[in-house]
């Protein structure tokens, strides 16, 4: 069994337990303490398991970027959500011009093997974007300071509340860029942790 799996199986093993002092028989920690400090250990355990593994692909402003692959379609935005949180992780942001630049150059040797037509890979963020008032935010809640829409994008349909990054060769640059779209299919993850 690996160091994380090992770590998670301790912290349901104490998760609906007391830690007393073997002493005198004091709580010294309420469970919920005791669950946050573990909470606290397994990030910091996932992060040095991703910066020891090579699996931080980008590192940008403090933030390592890394993509989870699934087949296609298979990927809507809970499930793009919970398999970065298992992995320590949240999904991404883009935060400015160049780490946009960054990842695509990342992901774009994953489009053949991805994608049989060879196109594009389309890649889930936890963007969101608000079609009545036309604002993209990031998964805070806070104004995007930096968006690149696809050709033909944003699209005003009402269910389009997801910004999916699409991400083709660079010869075909209308492949290139976020759009808005509903929160299911998609293929790819982009999740982020703080370093």
């Not at 337990?17 to 573990?38: C, K, M, W």
Request: aromatic residues 10%; hydrophobic residues 35%; charged residues 20%.
């Amino acid at each position: 069994m690996d160091p994380l799996m090992r770590f998670r199986t301790g912290v349901l093993l104490l998760a609906n337990s007391t830690i007393s002092s073997p002493y005198d028989g004091n709580q010294f920690a309420t469970t919920d303490e005791v669950i946050q400090r573990l909470s606290d250990l397994e990030y910091r355990l996932s992060l040095k398991i991703l910066q020891e593994h090579g699996k931080c692909a980008i590192e940008w402003d403090g933030i390592c970027f890394f993509a989870l692959f699934y087949h296609h379609g298979q990927m809507n935005q809970e499930a793009a959500r919970l398999s970065c949180k298992k992995r320590g992780a949240e999904l991404a942001n883009i935060y400015a011009e160049d780490q946009y630049n960054a990842i695509t150059k990342y992901l774009r040797p994953y489009i053949a093997a991805r994608n049989d037509e060879g196109i594009e890979i389309g890649v889930r963020t936890g963007m969101t974007y608000e079609p009545k008032s036309q604002i993209v935010y990031l998964a805070d809640g806070s104004e995007a300071p930096f968006v690149q829409w696809r050709t033909d994008y944003p699209s005003a349909s009402s269910d389009g509340t997801t910004v999916v990054l699409a991400v083709g060769p660079e010869s075909i640059t209308d492949r290139n860029g976020m759009y808005n779209w509903r929160s299911s299919g998609g293929d790819t993850a982009l999740c982020q942790v703080n370093i």
